[in-house]
């Protein structure tokens, strides 16, 4: 049976079979140290996350959906711009189901989706829907043809590479965790915000205690 060359099993095929371990983690490092070079002059070179970054703040509930792995990303995103922001909301992790956001679309709340090659149904129908009902769209994709790209209102398109049978998350964090930082830092509120959540954290006794200096 052959393997379409892009899915997982194609990947295995092509870059793990039949490869000693040493081999493949010598070849997986290889790839990765040259796609975090690539990621970080990408990040330097283009302003699509400093967009991205004035959308999400300016917004006033902001909606994070994906699908898949691509769920992983958005929750990762969801959590850590909810440190600085308010009404921050991940869909389809089972509290919020995207029948009710698209059911109740307001003025100043925006769509956050992650879609990553092989670009999930789900995430691609209902982000296309929201469109279709006037809400703006931030589409955080791998490729400057994939689905949503010609509907979002801005995107950040990511390259994503791999040595293994699963694409590499590499440059999908480091553009995540700069979205955050730059959207945190020009939010008035998020010092604020995060001063109240780590006394919270403390009054609730929600971390085990470490002695940093060890």
Same mark, same amino acid.
């Given at each position: 049976?052959?393997?379409?060359?892009?899915?997982?099993?194609?990947?295995?095929?092509?870059?793990?079979?039949?490869?000693?371990?040493?081999?493949?983690?010598?070849?997986?490092?290889?790839?990765?140290?040259?796609?975090?070079?690539?990621?970080?002059?990408?990040?330097?070179?283009?302003?699509?996350?400093?967009?991205?970054?004035?959308?999400?703040?300016?917004?006033?509930?902001?909606?994070?959906?994906?699908?898949?792995?691509?769920?992983?990303?958005?929750?990762?995103?969801? !959590?850590?711009? $909810?440190?600085?922001?308010? &009404?921050?909301? @991940?869909?389809?992790?089972?509290? =919020?189901? +995207?029948?009710?956001? %698209?059911?109740?679309?307001?003025?100043?709340?925006?769509?956050?989706?992650?879609?990553?090659?092989?670009?999930?149904?789900?995430?691609?129908?209902?982000?296309?829907?929201?469109?279709?009902?006037?809400?703006?769209?931030?589409?955080?994709?791998?490729?400057?043809?994939?689905?949503?790209?010609?509907?979002?209102?801005?995107?950040?398109?990511?390259?994503?590479?791999?040595?293994?049978?699963?694409?590499?998350?590499?440059?999908?964090?480091?553009?995540?965790?700069?979205?955050?930082?730059? !959207?945190?830092? $020009?939010?008035?509120?998020? &010092?604020?915000? @995060?001063?109240?959540?780590?006394? =919270?954290? +403390?009054?609730?006794? %929600?971390?085990?205690?470490?002695?940093?200096?060890?």
């Amino acid at each position: 049976m052959t393997s379409h060359p892009s899915t997982p099993s194609g990947r295995f095929d092509r870059n793990v079979q039949r490869r000693s371990a040493q081999v493949l983690k010598q070849r997986v490092l290889e790839q990765q140290r040259e796609e975090f070079e690539k990621a970080l002059a990408w990040a330097a070179e283009q302003d699509a996350i400093e967009r991205a970054a004035a959308l999400i703040v300016s917004a006033r509930r902001r909606y994070l959906l994906g699908y898949g792995k691509s769920l992983a990303y958005a929750s990762m995103l969801a !959590t850590d711009l $909810s440190a600085g922001l308010s &009404g921050v909301h @991940l869909v389809g992790d089972g509290s =919020l189901r +995207a029948l009710d956001v %698209l059911s109740d679309i307001r003025q100043g709340d925006l769509l956050v989706a992650v879609s990553m090659s092989r670009y999930r149904r789900e995430t691609v129908d209902v982000a296309a829907a929201y469109v279709r009902r006037g809400g703006d769209l931030v589409l955080i994709t791998d490729a400057d043809d994939a689905p949503l790209a010609a509907v979002a209102t801005t995107s950040i398109v990511i390259g994503a590479g791999s040595a293994s049978y699963a694409n590499s998350p590499t440059s999908v964090a480091l553009a995540l965790h700069l979205l955050a930082t730059l !959207t945190i830092a $020009s939010s008035k509120g998020a &010092g604020r915000r @995060l001063h109240q959540r780590d006394e =919270l954290a +403390a009054e609730l006794g %929600l971390y085990a205690e470490h002695d940093d200096q060890n």
